[in-house]
């Protein structure tokens, strides 16, 4: 049984292989937005949380793409850019957020725990 997981980031992210395809390979059927919305989630990225700026029109924009994913049976989401997570809230979703910044830095500490007490 496959999995559904929605991916949000650059447009690179949410098309090539090098993200997307470790998902599949992992068991996933990975679920972007239609490409007009892939367009707008990628702009918001590199013009406006790239620099910092964090709109509510763009926080409801990325909600509203959250809940079409949901409906298409994505059971979470995977924030794939780093500046999502700061945008995005897990209380700004119907579904599971898998925000790999703050999954990241779970995995940075562990290993350095892991270094420091081995």
């Known amino acids: 049984m496959n999995r559904k997981i929605a991916l949000l980031g650059t447009q690179f992210t949410m098309t090539q292989g090098f993200y997307k395809q470790r998902l599949i390979d992992a068991g996933l059927k990975v679920l972007i ?29 990325y909600i509203d793409v959250i809940a079409k994913l949901a409906e298409q049976g994505a059971e979470g989401v995977i ?11 897990q209380a700004d979703s119907p579904i599971p957020v898998f925000d790999t910044t703050a999954i990241h830095a779970r995995a940075a500490v562990r290993f350095l725990v892991d270094k420091a007490v081995g």
Do not use: W
């Open 33 to 61: 937005p239609a490409e007009d919305e892939r367009a707008e989630v990628h702009r918001i990225i590199k013009k406006e949380l790239c620099v910092g700026k964090f709109k509510g029109s763009s926080r409801q924009y």
């Open 79 to 89: 924030l794939g850019c780093t500046e999502i997570g700061m945008l995005i809230k």
